[in-house]
C-alpha cells in the first residue's frame, strides 16, 4: 500500500535524520541481538506511520513520541507473531491427509463410469436436467428458460434422473 505522504515530508526527513540512529538503538535493545532486521522494519515503519499522520506538529515529533509509535508497533507485531505461532500450532495437531488406497481408487473408477452409462442412458432431455442441475447450478426456473419446458417438467425429469441414479448405485 503506498504510503501518502502528510505534506511535510521535509520535516519527516529531518525527523528521520535526526532520531533514526536513536531509535534503532532503542528497538535492537529491545529486541534482542537476534533481531536486528526487525529492529530495521520498525524504524521504517515508524516514520511510515509519522508521514500518515497530516494532523501531527512538527514540534511533537520527539523522541518519546517516536518511542510510543515504535513500541506500539513492536506490540502489534509480537501479536501478529504469537497468532501466526498458535495458527501454525494447531495447524500441525491437525492429521495428515490420507492419500486414497489403489483399492479406494479404482473403486472411485468404477462408480464414476457407472454414473456415466446411466448418463449416457438417459433420454437427451433428463440428462440436460440433470447437469444443468447438478454441474452447472442451474435454478429449476432457468433450467425450464433454457430448454423451453415448465418447471414442473424440469422437477419430474430431475428426480427420474435421481432415481436412476440411485438404482444404479444400488449395488455399491
Not at 535526526?18 to 528497538?27: D, G, I, K, P
Not at 521504517?44 to 514540534?59: G, H, P, V
Not at 515529533?61 to 502489534?76: M, V
Not at 495458527?87 to 468404477?110: D, H, K, N
Request: net charge positive; aromatic share 8%; glycine share 4%.
Amino acid at each position: 500500500m503506498p504510503v501518502q505522504p502528510s505534506g511535510d515530508t521535509a520535516a519527516v526527513a529531518a525527523a528521520y535524520q535526526e532520531h533514526h540512529s536513536w531509535l534503532l538503538s532503542l528497538l535492537r535493545r529491545q529486541l534482542g541481538g537476534g533481531q536486528q532486521a526487525d529492529a530495521w522494519d520498525l524504524v521504517q515503519d515508524t516514520f511510515e506511520r509519522l508521514m500518515r499522520q497530516s494532523y501531527m506538529e512538527k514540534a511533537s515529533w520527539n523522541r518519546s513520541y517516536l518511542a510510543t509509535i515504535a513500541k506500539r508497533l513492536l506490540i502489534d507485531r509480537h501479536r501478529r507473531r504469537a497468532l501466526e505461532t498458535a495458527y501454525l500450532e494447531a495447524l500441525a495437531l491437525q492429521p495428515e491427509p490420507v492419500a486414497p488406497s489403489a483399492e479406494m481408487l479404482a473403486q472411485f473408477s468404477q462408480q464414476l463410469l457407472a454414473v456415466c452409462r446411466v448418463l449416457d442412458r438417459m433420454p437427451a432431455r433428463m440428462r440436460r436436467v440433470f447437469l444443468l442441475a447438478r454441474i452447472d447450478g442451474h435454478a429449476l426456473a432457468a433450467i425450464g428458460e433454457i430448454l423451453g419446458v415448465s418447471v414442473n417438467v424440469v422437477q419430474k425429469d430431475l428426480i427420474q434422473a435421481w432415481q436412476r441414479l440411485y438404482h444404479a448405485f444400488d449395488e455399491y
